[in-house]
């Protein structure tokens, strides 16, 4: 295995991929070559048929992530490199990637979401988080622009709460993140990988299909009159599945249903 392969865990149990940044030292820290990892696991776990829903979490108990690796961008800088702007580039902007995924995605914050590391628990599905997850969007004190974060949050919370957060550069405690919908539940450190599981566990009990064609439905929608959203009918059309049938089958039996993803 290799450096990078060891700080970016990534297994497939039962129908879910699980993502860990495994830079605990660096407080899950996103370097270059982790970015590009986690680009190549997310592509696989989007495009593997085994895989229903995808979970990403930090290692250990101090950080989901802390964004870019400051250290290192600070030697591209000194060194004359090219420094990595969002957006450009060869390679496709991993929170752009995230939120594409065509699955449900879940980030579990073990610890405090920052910066880029918060860029990239906004652009999952949902967001749980341990009781010591703090989350904000610091690059106002850094000199960075939060291109991902400008254009999210204000699709997700009132745009003077969006700007608040960015102008001041300030934290936001967990449990003010919960009373706005930034995260959906908020539990114990030792208690959020059980929970985590719990919570991926009741959404592949259900039809991958319908899964699917939730996320493209909701996320290809939501700028769109309801007019014109009614009429994408994009994803995977589960009226006329496999998987419709068995469903309505197995309630009738009453018994749980075997899907197939067809």
């Not at 995808?54 to 600070?74: I, P, Q, S, Y």
């Not at 390679?91 to 610890?111: C, D, F, M, Q, Y």
């Not at 341990?130 to 997700?156: C, Q, S, Y």
Request: glycine letters at 8%; proline letters at 6%; aromatic letters at 6%.
């Amino acid at each position: 295995m290799t450096t990078v392969e060891q700080e970016v865990l990534y297994d497939v149990r039962e129908k879910v991929a699980y993502v860990t940044l495994n830079r605990p030292e660096r407080r899950n820290a996103l370097s270059q070559a982790v970015v590009g990892r986690m680009a190549e696991v997310l592509t696989e776990a989007s495009e593997d048929p085994d895989v229903w829903a995808v979970v990403l979490t930090g290692a250990g108990d101090k950080a989901f992530c802390a964004g870019g690796d400051l250290k290192e961008l600070n030697e591209i800088a000194s060194e004359g490199r090219r420094f990595p702007v969002p957006m450009t580039g060869p390679g496709r902007n991993l929170h752009e990637l995230v939120l594409e995924i065509g699955k449900p995605t879940i980030a579990s914050l073990n610890g405090p979401a920052l910066a880029g590391g918060f860029e990239l628990a906004l652009a999952c599905d949902i967001r749980i988080a341990a009781e010591h997850a703090i989350i904000g969007m610091p690059e106002a004190k850094r000199g960075m622009g939060a291109n991902f974060a400008t254009v999210m949050l204000p699709r997700l919370v009132p745009r003077s709460v969006a700007l608040s957060m960015l102008y001041t550069g300030e934290p936001m405690q967990p449990t003010e993140a919960l009373q706005w919908g930034l995260v959906t539940a908020v539990h114990p450190a030792d208690r959020l990988a059980d929970e985590t599981e719990a919570f991926v566990r009741s959404i592949v009990a259900n039809a991958p299909l319908v899964l699917r064609r939730y996320k493209e439905m909701v996320t290809k929608g939501w700028e769109l009159s309801v007019h014109a959203a009614l009429r994408l009918n994009v994803g995977p059309n589960p009226y006329l599945s496999a998987d419709r049938e068995e469903g309505i089958r197995a309630f009738v039996e009453k018994r749980a249903p075997q899907w197939q993803g067809k």
